[in-house]
């Protein structure tokens, strides 16, 4: 079982620059041995995929609004996970979400194959 805990996310301007930031807290196996990701929702809309980083971090994969401009990044030493974004838009403007599951498997798109989900955290970018 994980628990995740988000850091704050911030109200920017377009074109700006945040780093959002998850910590982990797992009971059982190590936090290697899980998937991460991101997923945002923007309000009116469904959770959308972000971007998820295998468990050795050597594996990423991007939605196409993240592709370019986001990056994720994991370290496993301290059991955090990071979502690094650049150039950011009005259309960015959510709330942001980590996540986590165990292993490897799964329709890293569909939010509903994510068991372990943090807060939540928004992020308001504007002109």
């Known amino acids: 079982q994980v628990q995740l805990v988000e850091s704050v996310g911030g109200s920017v301007q377009a074109g700006d620059s945040l780093r959002l930031s998850c910590a982990a807290s797992v009971r059982t196996s190590a936090f290697e041995d899980y998937t991460v990701g991101w997923f945002r929702q923007a309000h009116g809309k469904e959770r959308e995929f972000v971007a998820a980083l295998s468990g050795d971090g050597r594996s990423a994969l991007y939605s196409s609004a993240a592709r370019n401009r986001f990056a994720i990044s994991r370290d496993n030493a301290r059991d955090l996970q990071f979502l690094q974004m650049n150039a950011l838009k009005t259309e960015d403007t959510a709330d942001y979400y980590c996540?986590?599951?165990?292993?490897?498997?799964?329709?890293?798109?569909?939010?509903?194959?994510?068991?372990?989900w943090g807060q939540g955290t928004q992020v308001t970018v504007s002109t």
């Open positions: 996540s986590a599951l165990y292993g490897s498997r799964a329709n890293f798109y569909s939010a509903t194959d994510w068991p372990y």
